[in-house]
């Protein structure tokens, strides 16, 4: 009865809540400040065609960094808090199905060249970083489905992931010096609107990133398996 009564309160908070910002909601129809100007400006400015992945690398590059930041502190709290004892052995495990290896072995390039095909494409595409680093990551987590006994090698996700992320702090800052502006891509050229090599330091910057939160991830997935 407690629980219902918990339940129906709750339920009345949030009501009381959204009730004004559902009658009080006014359709925009135009952009208006900030979003016009980066709609207006941007791909002149940037020489992206893909807008949006461009602004979170350049308009919006301290907030980028910050999600790097975060990603990096958890993939640190997962490997300090499932760290394996020096001297552990693993358990035997239960070998995966023979369709599972045939299939991994089948996908995992073809995975990691898309995840690839993202993030150097970010500038023009949807996607970028974040995105094919998870797509890469999910490469590797087929890799420990089809070989449980699979541990990968940490030293050289640590130091993929420790010259990733130094790079993209290096292009930012870069920017910040060369161009005034945190973080400002243009002192590379912007090439041809619409080609690979062009936007300025976008591509190379989401490439780094791509990098850096893949190695990251796969970090996670390896330390979360069970022993």
Do not use: C, W
């Amino acid at each position: 009865m407690f629980r219902r009564i918990l339940i129906l309160i709750v339920l009345a908070i949030f009501v009381v809540a959204f009730i004004p910002l559902i009658l009080n909601f006014n359709e925009a129809t135009d952009l208006q400040g900030v979003a016009y100007k980066y709609v207006k400006d941007g791909p002149t400015d940037l020489g992206a065609p893909n807008l949006v992945t461009s602004i979170v690398v350049t308009y919006r590059g301290l907030d980028t960094l910050g999600e790097v930041t975060v990603l990096f502190l958890a993939t640190a709290g997962v490997g300090f808090l499932l760290r394996r004892n020096k001297g552990s052995k693993d358990k035997k495990k239960r070998k995966s199905s023979e369709i599972l290896q045939v299939g991994t072995a089948f996908l995992f390039p073809i995975i990691v060249l898309f995840g690839v095909y993202i993030f150097v494409h970010g500038h023009l595409t949807p996607g970028g970083g974040f995105q094919g680093g998870v797509v890469i990551a999910t490469a590797f987590l087929l890799v420990l489905l089809a070989n449980p006994q699979h541990h990968f090698n940490h030293t050289l996700l640590g130091i993929t992931e420790s010259f990733s992320g130094f790079f993209y702090v290096f292009l930012a800052l870069l920017g910040l010096f060369l161009a005034a502006g945190f973080v400002d891509t243009t002192y590379l050229p912007l090439g041809k609107f619409g080609h690979l090599f062009s936007a300025g330091a976008i591509p190379l910057i989401y490439s780094f990133v791509g990098l850096k939160v893949g190695s990251e991830l796969i970090s996670i997935l390896d330390s979360m398996k069970k022993d």
